[in-house]
């Protein structure tokens, strides 16, 4: 069945505590400016501060009320309770230099962590763990199985030694010429090719070669889930042990006060640049004159560009969409045809009158919990899901939002959210609900409650805690930030012919598109999800080269 289109169900208040929020649709907007940047998700903020750093005038357009995109908190789901709307745990936002560059500590920005990063429960009421301290990882793996310690302190001492020149040749434009002859060093110390092969090996195979217990597997393979590779094809191990590794070196850092801050402290920094927010401001339009972008058009009229335009919107958004197809190359439209959005999101907030009560207390209290019974089940459910099944029994990830934070809060009791994946279009149920992916009132609550018993399993009596819950299906998520198209979170397939130079189409990898003057931020650019905001700052370093050499003429 086709993904339905229809608006969300709830208020769409989205306001954090603190947070400034705010429409400045009342202000007039400025007739004429250097630079427009579509959008104020991660990537348009970070990219919009570049710009205002090399001294642009800057216009940053935004159709929601607040900026933030999928970055944003609300209390909608209980006026004492901060919920993180979207997104909540940022450890790529923790190592890369597009956000870690721009000292948001200065403009408010705090970060949380939970006692311990990762935790995956089993069915006995024990727990794989991952904690800051490696030493105490790999006490408990140990513990769990012997030799096991000293396995993880080899791949964690590996990992570290490639993890700046990876990261920076992954957050960096293609080809990543610096970084990427730092990764060439790093990786010969490491053992060159055997390394990079063990990279490749699939999430539900790659732990199990170098350790006897199935802790680390669990924690891999869960990380795997996140993103829409199956756990059995070349990909899915390493971006499960991409994640594990940053929990491991970094954590799973999380904004204090809610996700809102983060977004707050990139919008006050950019205004003390000297840019301009509009807020509920939706663009119709990109006007392209001689292969050029020289406008951007709003319900409130149109605001001429001097210099660039940098879109931070989803591929298809743009292409055909804000750009008129009669403005770019046929090839252009033809080569859209191969981009694919990664699977829809289905999310669960909860307010809870006490801690989650799990069958077996974890060593340490994990802010990120993965929920399934094993490996094998987590590939059941991504093979499902990648057939286009609504998973029977879904892998459930979850956030213990006041333990790893307490002013999300009261005192004793727990701000909490769960999603899973569900199919862009459903072509059946593996369950017995007999879901559809209309995902109307009905489904939607039918497949919460299935969410929960799965919550229910591990932690019996959870559904006694419940005060308040808020469903969010993919049509819901889509309604408040645009570029979760059909409630997909990372702007297109993580899948390994839909990245680097396939992103978002064959032969591009850059945010420079065939309209000179505009840039492509979003994720559906290289090197796509994550808040990392380097799709913006890709796009904001492609204006200034590209308008340096224009001038240089």
Not at 143 to 156: F, I, K, R, S, T
Not at 481 to 509: C, I, K
Request: aromatic residues 6%; glycine residues 12%; proline residues 7%.
């Amino acid at each position: 069945m086709a993904r339905p289109s229809f608006p969300g169900r709830g208020p769409d208040t989205n306001q954090a505590c603190g947070a400034r929020g705010g429409d400045t649709g009342d202000v007039p907007l400025p007739a004429e400016v250097d630079a427009v940047v579509v959008g104020a998700g991660p990537n348009g903020l970070v990219g919009a501060n570049r710009l205002a750093d090399a001294g642009w005038d800057v216009l940053l357009v935004e159709a929601q009320p607040e900026v933030g995109g999928a970055v944003r908190s609300d209390r909608e789901v209980d006026p004492a309770f901060v919920s993180d709307t979207f997104s909540a745990f940022y450890p790529m936002a923790a190592v890369s230099p597009a956000i870690t560059s721009l000292g948001l500590e200065r403009f408010g920005l705090e970060w949380s962590h939970a006692p311990a990063v990762l935790g995956h429960p089993r069915r006995d009421g024990s727990w794989a763990l991952l904690h800051h301290d490696e030493d105490v990882t790999a006490g408990l793996l140990d513990a769990a199985h012997p030799g096991d310690g000293e396995a993880w302190h080899e791949l964690v001492g590996r990992w570290r030694i490639v993890q700046p020149g990876l990261i920076g040749s992954l957050l960096t434009p293609i080809p990543p010429v610096r970084s990427g002859v730092r990764f060439l060093t790093e990786l010969a110390r490491v053992g060159g090719l055997g390394f990079v092969r063990e990279l490749l090996v699939p999430a539900a195979h790659l732990a199990e070669r170098r350790f006897g217990g199935d802790g680390p597997s669990l924690l891999v393979a869960g990380n795997a889930c996140h993103a829409d590779i199956p756990l059995d094809a070349a990909g899915s191990g390493f971006i499960g042990l991409l994640l594990t590794m940053l929990g491991q070196t970094v954590g799973f850092p999380a904004p204090t006060g809610g996700a809102q801050a983060l977004s707050e402290a990139l919008r006050a920094r950019f205004e003390a640049a000297g840019g301009t927010v509009a807020t509920s401001t939706p663009v119709t339009g990109i006007r392209v004159a001689g292969g050029r972008a020289v406008a951007v058009q709003t319900a409130d009229g149109e605001v001429r560009v001097r210099r660039s335009v940098l879109a931070d919107v989803g591929a298809e958004q743009l292409f055909g969409g804000l750009v008129d197809a009669a403005d770019l190359p046929a090839r252009t439209t033809r080569k859209m045809d191969g981009f694919r959005r990664d699977p829809a999101t289905f999310k669960v907030d909860y307010a809870l009158d006490g801690p989650v009560p799990w069958a077996g207390t974890p060593a340490y209290a994990p802010g990120t919990v993965h929920i399934a019974d094993s490996v094998p089940a987590m590939s059941a459910y991504s093979n499902q899901l990648d057939s286009g099944f609504v998973p029977a029994d879904p892998y459930v990830l979850v956030g213990q939002m006041t333990t790893t934070d307490p002013s999300r809060s009261p005192a004793g009791t727990e701000s909490l959210w769960a999603y899973t994946h569900v199919p862009q279009e459903v072509r059946g149920d593996a369950g017995d609900d007999g879901l559809t992916g209309s995902w109307d009132t009905s489904e939607a609550e039918r497949f919460a409650d299935r969410l929960q018993a799965r919550i229910e399993a591990f932690a019996p009596g959870f559904g006694s805690r419940v005060r308040s819950r808020r469903i969010l299906t993919p049509a819901d998520l889509e309604h408040r930030d645009a570029n979760l198209v059909g409630g997909s979170l990372n702007g297109g397939s993580s899948a390994v012919d839909q990245q680097l130079v396939f992103r978002p189409f064959a032969g591009t990898g850059r945010s420079e598109t065939p309209v000179r003057g505009l840039y492509l931020a979003s994720a559906s650019a290289h090197p796509g999800g994550s808040v990392h905001g380097a799709c913006g700052m890709n796009a904001a370093r492609a204006a200034l080269w590209w308008d340096r050499l224009r001038l240089s003429r």
